[in-house]
């Protein structure tokens, strides 16, 4: 997680592309932070619009295949079919957030796909109400008058990764640790009042 922190902290201080780097490098060495991703390409698309958020996401690739290439390069289709292992089965008795479902619902393929697609919905309408609020999110060129705030990326990183914790097929107890500091910055943002945050 510190080179997931470390690239949030360059994002926050507008140093985007060495950010992406230390981000992918991240999502290398362990593939939670991928529940980041949403809520990045908001915040690059908010911040820079289309036009460079393209070069971005495209650095983050490059890395991504650079340090998979010693891999590649011996033996490709073990790479990719076990590197990021989609289709894994996780067992349920290491579940902490579904833990009150019989087992054969957790275990049911139309319980990970219903999980999935309210992943997605979710996703879409908080980038929707919450993270795009009329700023030109689907621009290709951002007007610059009305920059992102630091607090606000980190807002939408943070609510990204927590949308994913939430329909998490298998959370085991260590990783709370992926967003519970996070929870005051999520609370004291949120649009409740500030005697419930």
Known sequence: MFLLYTAVLLF????????????????SVKMNILLFS??????????HGWAQTIPMLLLCAMVQVVLGLPFL???????LTRAFEFQRQ??????????FLPEWVFLHRGFHLALLVMHLVTLAAFAKKHWAQDKGFLQWKRRVSEPLLAHDTARILFTSNFIGMCFARSLHYQFYVWYFHTLPLLAWTSSTHKAVR
């Open 38 to 47: 949403p809520g990045l390409l908001a915040a690059m698309l908010l911040t």
């Open 90 to 99: 996780f067992l349920f008795q290491w579940t902490v957030n579904w833990r």
């Open 73 to 79: 390069l011996a033996n490709p289709l073990g790479y």
């Open 12 to 27: 926050l201080t507008d140093h985007w592309m060495v950010g992406c780097v230390l981000y992918s490098v991240a999502v």
